[in-house]
Structure formats: C-alpha cells, structure tokens
C-alpha cells in the first residue's frame, strides 16, 4: 500500500487526502491547527469560475472544469460527514462601477458566451430585481448565474468528521518541519516536535506556508496575502445571491441570515491582525454595492492568509528532481473552488504517475532549477 503524507489539513489537502484514500492509498494528514481552521475557514466560500476571468486561459479553464464538479465533491463529503456544505448556486451579480468596467464587462460576456457560457450585462434596475437593494448608481451589472458559494465556517468540522469514517490518520496539533529525502527520492517527513513519519509520497498542501517547510529541492515561490472580512447580522435583509465589485470586494449571503463582506489584498506577511485601514475599505465598498447593510454593524471580524504564487497560477505537480514529491499549493483566491479537482489530479499523479487532465501549464517547473 502507497504510504503518502499530506502537508497541511485546509482544504487543498483534504481533498488531496480524500481522493488518494478513494484510490487505496494509505494518507496522513499532518495540519499544525485543526482541519479548515486556518485560511480556508478564513475564507468567503465563494465557488466562481467566471468572475475576474480575464482571458479563456489554462487558468480560467481549470476554475470551470472545478466548478462543473463540484456537486459531485461536495455530495461525497456530506456522505462521508452527515452534514450539509450549504452548497448553493444562487449566482453573482459583480458591479460596474464606471464606464470603463461597463465596457470590459460587455466585453468579456462575449467571449464567455461564445465558449458556451451564461453571462450577461444587466442595467440596475434589471438586477434589483434580481437582488433588491443593491445599488441603482451604477452605471450596470454583469449577472453570472452559474457562480455559488458553500459554508467555509462551518467546512473546517465537516472535513474533520468526513476523516473520522475512513482511514486516513490525522495528526493535528504538529506541523511538518522538513521533508526527508535520500538518493533524489523523498523518504518521509520531520514533524515540529521531532518525530519522523516514512513516506513514498509528500503532498505539499500547506497554503501561504509551503515556502518555510525546509528540504525543498527549490525555493518556493509561494506568499502570504493578506484579505480581512466582516460578517454582519442582516436581520430582515434578505441578500439571495454574491454581489461583488471588480476590486474583488464582495457580499456573501449565509444559510443563517448573516451577511460576508470582504475583502482586501494585503502584502503584509504572516501577519494575520486586524486594520482599521482594511475594515475601512471594506465598509466603503458595501455602501456601494448594498448601501442598506451600512446602518448594521459587523458582529465578528476575521483575517486570513491567501497562498499567492509568482505568477499567480497554482503549483501542481511532482517534483521534477526530487522524486515523491508533490505541490498542491499557490491556489491564490481560487483555493475553495479549484481544491478538490486538483485535489483528484495530484492523487492520480501520486498513484499512477499520470492524469487525465493537462495540468502541465501548473506544473513547477516554471519555478526554475533546484536550490543549491
């Protein structure tokens, strides 16, 4: 049987974790938290392909093949859980704010209507009835019914209880100091305490901190973003659907009435506090998008770290020197959406040394030669 450990328990790693067990694999989970409690409960929950697709690239590609799949992942994790993700597909509504972003939206719904997708510019008064509140000064909307989101709060719990029935082995609590190697060939890994677990396989899935795991073959391009989001209690607003701006600001309606706002875009390091700049900024772009949640006031307040790569696309793939070694990381902004679909091609490759879909374009060896 396949020994693999998996580094990190968000959910790029537990959808690693989950498809190499489907496929007899025997998986540990290393994750210095709990499963879900860093950045991908952090996160808004948002499952979109089409917003901010700037060109019909690889990239943008993968998002949609990840989205068409989605409901296949997520019955499989209520199964496994007994819990609902709250998986919706309610669309999003993203705002043109002026004449330039009119224009770039008519502009990029051609191109994704001629691949065969639903996207379309709204005047306001066409999306307030599709979500009454939002802002009529504006000059329209692009509507992408297709978009959803799913409950990341509450995802951290579920991939733990989904890991309680089958065999994958969880340690918490201890993060992976550095990957162990002999002969060109990964051996295991070092745990922070010291302890050693043997492997044929690493996956590393540690979001913005796969770069300070030690005995990489190569520097890793990976850091650490910075978005904050505030959660209102909206009372008798009754938000539907994503409502977002091209600045990647963003209203996320949740199954118990409370209302998502986010998010910034912050190069500060690990640094995962609070600003009051941040918070402003977030505030200002609600009074924009839904200008009737301003007279709330947050009732929690919550920063996460995003793994951003070099060039923004994600790090997928063995290891072209070291040999069992895998990257699942540098999902950026696409981490909830992208994660199991790629979590499914990293366990092919891990397994079978081959998958079905192209994931060449992700690959690292863009990343350069080995550290020296």
């Known amino acids: 049987m396949l020994e693999v450990v998996v580094v990190g328990g968000g959910i790029a790693g537990f959808a690693a974790a989950l498809a190499l067990w489907e496929r007899g694999a025997a998986v540990t989970i290393v994750e210095t938290t709990r499963p879900g409690s860093g950045s991908t409960g952090a996160s808004a929950g948002m499952v979109v392909a089409q917003y901010e697709a700037g060109e019909a690239g690889p990239k943008f590609q993968l998002s949609l093949e990840s989205r068409s799949r989605y409901p296949e992942f997520a019955a499989r994790l209520e199964e496994l859980a007994g819990r609902s993700l709250h998986l919706r597909w309610d669309g999003m509504l993203v ?153 990647g600001r963003y209203l996320v309606p949740r199954h118990d009435g409370t209302v998502l706002a986010g998010s910034t875009m912050e190069d500060v390091g690990f640094d995962r506090s609070i600003s009051e700049e941040g918070l402003h900024a977030i505030h200002a772009s609600v009074s924009q998008l839904y200008p009737t949640l301003v007279e709330h006031r947050p009732i929690e307040r919550w920063a996460g770290l995003r793994p951003i790569s070099a060039d923004s696309y994600p790090i997928i793939g063995p290891d072209p020197e070291l040999e069992g070694l895998l990257y699942a990381t540098g999902y950026g902004r696409d981490g909830i959406t992208i994660s199991p679909f790629v979590g499914s091609i990293v366990a092919d490759l891990a397994v079978k040394g081959m998958a079905e879909y192209d994931w060449r374009p992700f690959g690292p060896e863009r990343l350069g030669g080995a550290a020296t």
């Open 95 to 247: 705002a043109n704010l002026n004449a330039e972003e009119h224009a770039g939206a008519l502009a990029s719904g051609r191109w994704q209507r001629e691949l065969g997708l639903e996207a379309e510019v709204l005047d306001p008064a066409e999306a307030e009835r599709l979500q009454p509140g939002v802002s009529l000064d504006v000059p329209s909307y692009a509507w992408l019914p297709s978009e959803g989101q799913l409950d990341t709060q509450e995802l951290g719990e579920i991939m733990e209880a989904a890991i309680g029935r089958t065999e994958i082995r969880l340690i918490s609590g201890n993060g992976v100091a550095e990957i162990l190697s002999k002969g060109g060939a990964v051996v295991g890994v070092e745990m922070e305490d010291g302890r050693t677990l043997e492997a044929e396989r690493v996956i590393l899935a540690a979001g913005a901190w796969s770069s300070k795991v030690a005995g990489l073959p190569r520097p890793l391009p990976v850091r650490p973003i910075r978005g904050q989001i505030l959660r209102f209690h909206a009372g008798a607003i009754a938000l539907q659907r994503l409502v977002a701006s091209h600045a």
